[in-house]
């Protein structure tokens, strides 16, 4: 069943969604806005299962099932906090008989920017940075993709990625506007800052490389650029999503804006931005 819902706002959108009765829906601790009182709210440590519902006892019951069931939540909240993830999820559900009146709830990102639904089919996953993630269907499995050491370290923000797979809504948010790209309409590949980087969906290859090499303009492009010393690549066939804003640029115009810029006219490389 497809979450029914619509993303509302402006400078800072909220997504409200319409439950029908015995629909849920969970998000990330912070995340939530408001719901009506026929919905309930349940705090858990344990993501979703396949079974579009709350974790069950798997390879059948007694203590060894208990104790498979603790490992395996202990496993994904492990995960989610050497991610720097929330280490609980909300969820919502809708009260009442069976073709009866849903509830509402609300959800909204951190920051000013754009909201997206997307919609799953089984057939590919989707990735996202860090925090993007909002709130979905029961059905749709939220895990983290750890990239490789070498191109996480270069990348920053592209060390973990937030991934979703299953059929189903997922809402995520990111800053500023948004804007959708294929890279095969460029030729097969682009680059963008590491920080600009939303979502994508599986089959695109993401890469991190040096902005140019060790000379004179590599040098120019890491010190005044602005942009470090790398930059991030998305090859293939898929859908991009990048935001205008990135968190360290929203960061250095409000201590510019306090009177605690720290970067100075070199930027980039040199900047001492608190993270």
């Not at 073709?99 to 990102?109: D, N, P, Y």
Request: hydrophobic share 40%; net charge negative; proline share 2%.
């Amino acid at each position: 069943m497809t979450l029914q819902q619509e993303i509302v706002g402006n400078a800072m959108q909220m997504a409200v969604v319409n439950l029908h009765p015995g629909q849920t829906v969970y998000c990330e601790a912070g995340k939530f806005l408001f719901k009506t009182t026929n919905v309930t709210m349940e705090t858990r440590l344990s993501g979703p299962s396949n079974n579009g519902g709350q974790q069950q006892i798997g390879g059948g019951a007694g203590m060894g099932g208990m104790l498979r069931q603790a490992m395996g939540t202990a496993m994904q909240v492990g995960q989610r906090m050497l991610a720097g993830e929330s280490l609980a999820f909300q969820y919502f559900t809708a009260q009442g008989a069976q073709g009866g009146e849903g509830g509402t709830v609300g959800f909204a990102g951190v920051l000013p920017g754009e909201m997206r639904a997307l919609e799953l089919d089984g057939t590919r996953a989707w990735f996202a940075e860090k925090d993007a993630f909002v709130a979905a269907e029961s059905t749709v499995e939220f895990g983290i993709a750890f990239q490789g050491g070498r191109t996480g370290m270069s990348g920053g923000e592209g060390f973990v990625l937030e991934k979703f797979t299953g059929h189903g809504t997922v809402i995520i948010a990111g800053a500023g506007n948004f804007i959708d790209l294929n890279p095969a309409d460029f030729g097969g590949r682009i680059e963008v800052d590491t920080g600009c980087v939303v979502a994508f969906e599986e089959g695109i290859q993401y890469g991190v490389q040096r902005v140019g090499g060790l000379n004179r303009q590599g040098i120019m492009n890491a010190v005044f650029g602005g942009e470090g010393l790398s930059l991030a690549t998305l090859e293939g066939n898929g859908r991009v999503i990048l935001q205008s804003l990135t968190i360290e640029s929203l960061a250095n115009a409000l201590k510019k804006a306090q009177g605690g810029d720290k970067q100075g006219p070199t930027g980039g490389l040199f900047s001492t931005h608190v993270g």
